[in-house]
């Protein structure tokens, strides 16, 4: 059974630019959360899908977006990228889409905006 | 509205002492909480979670949490530090309301002391 992962590992950009990360979720995950994770603080939450639609959002501004797939994995956009963008992004996928779900997380992709 | 805080950004001990990171969590409902950890560079791995079952949660590498309703806590412990120990560590709540949508503290990052 593979874990989650993301891709890629590493990634730089300049301001202005649009960015797209990937992630593939644990065998028999249907849900797939995304959290920002700045240099220091725990990780915040962006949004999460469900079996393909959006299913809860955090304090993110629309230029921050996403899509789930039909295997379940999911992608993170974000457009317009601006310094306050570089952190660690972290997906996690979970059985389900409830509060006592345990979310799998991946190793995360780190964004460093110039 | 969820809220998890930490208290003591980072906490250090000595080989073989007891560990003791703290979290306290806000809710207006029953809470779900989970405690992860992360080594450098990576992702975050489950240690433990309460959803409302026994009070007191064991987890892996012999870390354990106790659920306590009327202080809003739920502490970390470890009888004895080892070296493999050093890391950050997060507290995370979520509930029937919320979903699957977690509410992450800051984190304590944690050294054991030869």
């Known amino acids: 059974e593979t874990g989650v992962t993301q891709s890629p590992t590493h990634l730089i950009k300049t301001r202005g630019q649009q960015v797209t990360l990937r992630c593939s979720s644990q065998s028999g995950h249907n849900t797939v959360s995304w959290y920002q994770q700045a240099l220091g603080q725990g990780p915040q939450f962006i949004f999460q899908y469900y079996r393909e639609e959006e299913n809860g959002r955090g304090n993110f501004p629309p230029r921050f977006s996403g899509l789930q797939f039909p295997n379940y994995s999911s992608e993170l956009n974000v457009n317009a990228l601006e310094l306050d963008d570089s952190a660690l992004y972290l997906c996690?996928?979970?059985?389900?889409?409830?509060?006592?779900?345990?979310?799998?997380f991946g190793p995360g992709t780190r964004l460093t905006v110039l | 509205a969820q809220s998890v805080t930490q208290l003591g950004s980072h906490v250090s001990v000595s080989e073989g002492a007891l560990v003791l990171l703290r979290c306290n969590y806000s809710s207006s409902v029953p809470p779900y909480l989970f405690w992860y950890v992360q080594y450098p560079n990576q992702g975050l791995q489950l240690l433990l979670k309460?959803?409302?079952?026994?009070?007191l949660v064991k987890g892996i590498n012999g870390f354990e949490a106790e659920f306590k309703k009327s202080e809003t806590s739920f502490h970390l412990t470890k009888p004895s530090a080892h070296m493999s120990d050093a890391a950050e560590y997060f507290c995370a709540v979520s509930d029937k309301d919320t979903g699957n949508q977690f509410y992450f503290g800051t984190g304590t990052s944690l050294t054991v002391i030869p």
């Open positions: 996690a996928s979970s059985p389900g889409p409830l509060g006592t779900d345990t979310q799998y």
């Open positions: 309460y959803t409302s079952a026994a009070t």
